[in-house]
């Protein structure tokens, strides 16, 4: 069973940044595929984006070119660089951890962080 932990979320001003970090216990991050997603109020839960084990990177149209996200197995951690925060930023992130071995899917989440993004 892993456990995943989100942090470094909080109040930023607009053109603002923020590094959220998750970090994983009780597994291996290396043999998953991580995503964030977020889910702001009255809205359905979007991703992010998202890091595979091998390292290949996909981002959600909304955030790319401003966030940037990374992984480092070694520390059992994935980050998010969020730069030029904008209003609509504001959302609770949360980090996933997925893979799928046959037909059996292993999916993981964190209790997810705030991120309000506000002058």
């Known amino acids: 069973q892993v456990q995943l932990v989100e942090s470094g979320g909080g109040l930023v001003q607009p053109g603002g940044s923020l590094k959220l970090s998750c970090a994983a216990s009780?597994?291996?991050?290396?043999?998953?595929?991580m995503d964030w997603y977020r889910q702001a109020p009255g809205k359905q839960r979007e991703l992010v984006a998202g890091?595979?084990?091998?390292?290949?990177?996909n981002y959600g149209d909304a955030v790319k070119g401003r966030f940037t996200i990374s992984r480092d197995n070694a520390k059992n951690t994935v980050y998010l660089q969020m730069n030029s925060l904008k209003p609509e930023d504001t959302a609770v992130y949360y980090c996933?951890?997925?893979?799928?071995?046959?037909?059996?899917?292993?999916?993981?989440w964190g209790q997810g962080t705030q991120v309000t993004v506000s002058s």
């Open positions: 009780g597994g291996i991050l290396s043999v998953y595929d």
């Open positions: 996933n951890a997925n893979k799928r071995i046959l037909a059996v899917v292993y999916d993981y």
């Open positions: 890091i595979s084990r091998d390292f290949s990177i």
